[in-house]
């Protein structure tokens, strides 16, 4: 049974960085495109960054590029969200994602395209 296992978040000044992980267990490889989505309140849940198995090819929204990076390691089964320069906008439960895929450059930005959530971890960024 696959697991996905976030960490890391917290409350933190606007300006500041947290680094999320995301472990997960019960995988048969690491042919897994991975994603972070988060969602706020009242809104939608939306992708922020997503990285295909190899990590050759990623995404980032448009509000977090050149803030956010996506890395992974397969040796530890763990992928990781480095956030830096955060913003009060950023606060959001943020949920990581698996799909299974052969495909070296997959990934999906859409929730439909992964097989396995996590239970979310909390950031809050205070102004």
């Known amino acids: 049974q696959v697991q996905l296992v976030e960490s890391g978040g917290g409350l933190v000044q606007a300006g500041g960085s947290l680094r999320l992980s995301c472990a997960a267990s019960?995988?048969?490889?690491?042919?897994?495109?991975m994603g972070w989505f988060r969602q706020a309140p009242g809104k939608e849940r939306e992708c922020v960054a997503a990285?295909?198995?190899?990590?050759?090819?990623?995404y980032y929204a448009d509000s977090v590029k050149g803030r956010f990076t996506i890395s992974r390691d397969n040796t530890k089964r763990t992928v990781y969200l480095q956030m830096n320069s955060l913003k009060p906008e950023d606060t959001a439960n943020y949920y990581c994602?698996?799909?299974?895929?052969?495909?070296?450059?997959?990934?999906?930005?859409?929730?439909?395209?992964?097989?396995?959530w996590g239970q979310g971890t909390q950031v809050t960024v205070s102004s």
């Open positions: 990285i295909s198995w190899s990590g050759a090819s990623t």
């Open positions: 994602a698996a799909k299974s895929t052969y495909s070296s450059t997959y990934y999906s930005t859409s929730r439909t395209g992964y097989d396995y």
């Open positions: 019960g995988l048969t490889s690491s042919r897994y495109a």
